[in-house]
């Protein structure tokens, strides 16, 4: 059987359904990217702090570092419903699944990231006069996020593959709906073909918008979003200043 020979048409006839699966794994990923982040940057602040609490961070890091999502998705959806005696929809279950498994990846890009900043940059921000909690949130956090970034882009790509692997529990993404269609079908090569080739674009998509969110931190103003983002620097630090000079 040749390449020709292959229904090819049963993509743009099914396109719908395949995108239907994406948006599924795109909203599944995204609140579970929210929740990575804070639960990540919880977790970093935690492991630069004093025993034993720097000891429960370590534990679950390496902890979740080591289990696979497949395994995860199981474990929340047959194992926690059942000892906390909650039904977990499928949907509900792979956001907790993705947001157990990549806090724990977060935490260490944050923790890099917040040892990459410079001493003295807390230091001098002690010396005009801040609390440890403004040093933190007005000038540690801001450059820790613009170094983390790259490396969040790069996570949140592993997070909408990752979301391929809920099909065993019935989460209609791109790989479920696929399986559906090849049921229906018979075309398993045609369809797995377009369901690979989707989460390709998605990935480069996903680089794009998070080198353009990069590029807007690290570069002089240009385009709508670096200016906005600027803007709202000048202002912070106008208001610190403000606040050091009374």
Not at 31 to 39: C, F, H, K, N, R
Not at 59 to 75: D, E, H, K, M, T
Not at 97 to 120: H, N, T, W
Not at 170 to 192: A, C, D, I, K
């Amino acid at each position: 059987m040749g390449f020709a020979d292959y229904d090819w048409g049963l993509i743009w006839d099914n396109h719908q359904i395949l995108l239907d699966g994406l948006l599924t794994a795109a909203k599944v990923s995204v609140i579970a990217l929210v929740i990575s982040i804070a639960g990540g940057l919880l977790l970093a602040v935690m492991r630069q702090s004093k025993p034993p609490i720097s000891w429960i961070a370590i534990a679950y890091i390496n902890v979740f570092r080591g289990v696979p999502a497949l395994v995860s998705v199981i474990w929340v959806y047959f194992g926690i419903s059942l000892l906390l005696g909650v039904n977990f929809t499928v949907f509900q279950a792979g956001v907790i699944a993705l947001s157990l498994l990549y806090s724990a990846f977060m935490a260490e890009i944050f923790r890099s990231a917040l040892d990459a900043v410079p001493p003295g940059h807390r230091e001098a921000g002690q010396a005009l006069g801040m609390r440890s909690s403004r040093v933190f949130f007005s000038v540690i956090l801001p450059q820790a996020i613009k170094i983390a970034l790259p490396n969040l882009g790069s996570m949140y790509i592993g997070m909408v593959k990752d979301t391929s692997t809920f099909t065993v529990i019935g989460l209609l993404e791109v790989v479920r709906v696929t399986q559906n269609l090849v049921s229906q079908t018979f075309q398993p090569f045609v369809l797995y073909t377009a369901a690979a080739a989707i989460y390709v674009l998605a990935a480069f998509v996903i680089d794009i918008v998070f080198r353009l969110v990069e590029g807007a931190y690290a570069r002089p103003p240009r385009g709508a979003v670096s200016q906005v983002l600027r803007s709202r620097q000048r202002r912070r630090i106008e208001q610190l200043m403000a606040e050091v000079g009374s």
